[in-house]
T-cell receptor, first 113, second 110 residues
Framework: DTEVTQTPKHLVMGMTNKKSLKCEQH?????MYWYKQKAKKPPELMFV???????INESVPSRFSPECPNSSLLNLHLHALQPEDSALYLCASSLDSPGNTIYFGEGSWLTVV | GEDVEQSLFLSVREGDSSVINCTYTDSSSTYLYWYKQEPGAGLQLLTYIFSNMDMKQDQRLTVLLNKKDKHLSLRIADTQTGDSAIYFC??????????FGAGTRLFVKA
């Protein structure tokens, strides 16, 4: 069983809505990640937080806004999304050192209508 | 640059061995991983190998690394229908970015 928990499992939102995806880990990891995965494709890195500070932003549109309230929690705030943003959003975590193994949550399926 | 390539599809019969292959380009890769993704689920870490190792075995799984050819393989012994999934090869050279292959879809016929 994964120790990275994501909620909600499924989310349907309109293009004018504001919603959030949430992620929690209890492995003592200090790096947390957001990935986006389209069908039949590998996951694509969006953001990395290290020690609660944003370390990497892979040129993600501003309609996606990450937040790391503490070392166990990671949020992804969504606003004014487009239908092409529909995808599986995966949260992951790892130890603080770069190069350490990343562990994924089960993902949140997002549909934008 | 970094790139990871794997064949897209593999079909085996239940009870046979499966071998999924992967090639990578970055010679400075430190960690190489295999992840499994079942339909509708996240990525599950199956196993990993450090670049200074040649082989790693974990129950039904055997990972072989040929560093000279930059070739990684995952062998699943006695393949079961529950092994049907997408298998991602991935590499990390020491930063926060893990590079994933396109994934190999394993289909196990009963």
């Amino acid at each position: 069983d994964t120790e990275v928990t994501q909620t909600p499992k499924h989310l349907v939102m309109g293009m004018t809505n504001k919603k959030s995806l949430k992620c929690e880990q209890h492995m003592g990891h200090r790096a947390m990640y957001w990935y986006k995965q389209k069908a039949k494709k590998p996951p694509e890195l969006m953001f990395v937080y290290s020690y609660e500070k944003l370390s990497i932003n892979e040129s993600v549109p501003s309609r996606f806004s990450p937040e790391c309230p503490n070392s166990s929690l990671l949020n992804l705030h969504l606003h004014a999304l487009q239908p092409e943003d529909s995808a599986l959003y995966l949260c992951a975590s790892s130890l603080d050192s770069p190069g350490n193994t990343i562990y994924f949550g089960e993902g949140s399926w997002l549909t934008v209508v | 640059g970094e790139d990871v390539e794997q064949s897209l599809f593999l079909s085996v019969r239940e009870g046979d061995s499966s071998v999924i292959n992967c090639t990578y380009t970055d010679s400075s890769s430190t960690y190489l991983y295999w992840y499994k993704q079942e339909p509708g689920a996240g990525l599950q870490l199956l196993t990993y190998i450090f670049s200074n190792m040649d082989m790693k075995q974990d129950q039904r799984l055997t990972v072989l690394l040929n560093k000279k050819d930059k070739h990684l393989s995952l062998r699943i012994a006695d393949t079961q229908t529950g092994d049907s999934a997408i298998y991602f090869c991935a590499e990390n050279t020491g930063g926060f970015k893990t590079i994933f292959g396109a994934g190999t879809r394993l289909f196990v016929k009963a």
